[in-house]
């Protein structure tokens, strides 16, 4: 049922690496998101676009960066990841004036 | 600026019973308000929303939600429970659109969420 697909699902890995969180959407929708979710679930907008080559900074500070090259793409990387950056990340996407379309998520885990 | 409140952290309820997860907002303008649910190891799914019209909004799975203008609520509602409803509900509403855009255009603003516990 879901047009928004994010990968991997699950992902652990090590200080200091970079990793990139892909997120796709088949919908065409021009509005994306990334959200960070706490354990305690509250969720925490944290960058955002409203098309090509349009990127902005969320509510929650983030070392994260995006990038929009292309309409259905949107992904998140980090250049070098830290224990603190272990959490769950969902991408959404939107027409304007509508609601949210979520993908499954993201799980990462630093060790 | 626009932000809503989910008040209860948790709410406990047996199977067959009513449910209601309270959602308060505070907005300037006219309030874009929405539910939405989250399963376990899953993103969040659209469960319905409030523009204009009817206060009684009806959603998927048997849920509906009550506009109330003067108690600036948006409660959610079930008239009968099932364990499978056991999850999070969030309520959202949306923001002020930035500069250039239209009133429609404006982020969505989530609570807190509240996890929902259904027991057989």
């Known amino acids: 049922e879901a047009d928004i697909y994010q990968t991997p699902r699950y992902l652990v890995i090590g200080t200091g690496k970079k990793i990139t969180l892909e997120c796709s959407q088949t919908?065409?929708?021009?509005?994306m998101y990334w959200y960070q979710q706490d354990p305690g679930m509250e969720l925490h907008l944290i960058h955002y676009?409203?098309?090509?080559?349009?990127?902005e900074k969320g509510d929650l500070s983030s070392e994260s960066t995006v990038s929009r090259i292309r309409t259905e793409h949107f992904p998140l990387t980090l250049e070098s990841a830290r224990p603190s950056h272990t959490s769950q990340y969902l991408c959404?996407?939107?027409?304007f004036g509508y609601g949210y379309t979520f993908g499954s998520g993201t799980r990462l885990t630093v060790v | 600026a626009q932000s809503v409140a989910q008040p209860e952290d948790q709410v406990n309820v047996a199977e067959g019973n009513p449910l209601t997860v309270k959602c308060t907002y505070s907005?300037?303008?006219?309030?874009?308000l929405f539910w939405y649910v989250q399963y376990p190891n899953r993103g969040l799914q659209f469960l319905l929303k409030?523009?204009?019209?009817?206060?009684l909004v009806k959603g998927s799975y048997g849920f509906e939600a009550e506009f109330n203008k003067s108690q600036t609520s948006f409660h959610l509602k079930k008239p009968s429970a099932l364990v499978s409803d056991s999850a999070l509900y969030f309520c959202?509403?949306?923001?002020?659109?930035?500069?250039?855009?239209?009133?429609?255009?404006?982020?969505?603003?989530f609570g807190k969420g509240t996890k929902l516990s259904v027991k057989p």
């Open positions: 959404a996407s939107s027409e």
């Open positions: 919908m065409g929708h021009d509005k």
């Open positions: 676009s409203y098309g090509v080559n349009s990127t």
């Open positions: 907005v300037s303008g006219n309030p874009y």
């Open positions: 409030y523009i204009t019209g009817d206060n």
């Open positions: 959202a509403v949306r923001d002020k659109a930035p500069k250039g855009y239209g009133g429609s255009q404006g982020n969505l603003i």
